[in-house]
């Protein structure tokens, strides 16, 4: 009995390590998502698997042309995919984009609620980068 409560015991804390280990890879490293739309098309295909990449703005800027997973301004429980077009101070149109923003655009342009529809994007709903898409595997591809 006592062998088997060890084995229950040891069991337990790979099973504990393994969950504080994946918690802390997603909030604060890599994280699995679909595309859900077709504002980034042909780039992106709605329902295509993505793995973002969320350390790489903790330790890094977006730069303009980075494919970026951010909150919705209007809802900032949704998440959408765009590309970052341009960051603070950059030109755009009749003014410069303002410090802590950035302007962001679907690559499918004629069918995407983007920074032309709800503004420039502050940049602390900035999630992650678009690191690859893995699925359909005929389409894999890195970012």
């Known amino acids: 009995m006592q062998r088997i409560r060890t084995e229950l ?3 337990f804390k790979v099973l504990e390590s393994s969950v504080l280990y994946a918690t802390i890879v997603v909030t604060f490293g890599i994280q ?4 859900d739309g077709r504002s980034m098309d042909p780039t992106l295909r709605d329902q295509d698997r993505l793995v973002v990449n969320k350390l790489a703005y903790q330790i890094g800027e977006p730069q303009p042309g980075d494919i970026v997973m951010m909150r919705y ?8 995919v765009k590309r970052m077009i341009a960051k603070e101070g950059d ?4 003014e410069a984009i303002p410090a802590g923003y950035c302007f962001v655009l679907g690559d499918n342009r004629s069918n995407s609620s983007d920074s032309r529809i709800f503004g420039f994007v502050p940049n602390k709903y900035i999630i992650a980068k678009v690191q690859l898409r893995w699925w359909p595997l005929s389409a894999f591809t890195l970012y």
């Not at 699995?32 to 595309?35: G, K, W």
């Not at 301004?73 to 959408?80: C, E, G, I, N, Y």
């Open 9 to 11: 015991v040891a069991w």
């Open 73 to 80: 301004p209007a809802d900032p429980d949704k998440s959408f």
């Open 91 to 94: 030109d755009w149109g009749p």
């Open 32 to 35: 699995v998502a679909r595309v």
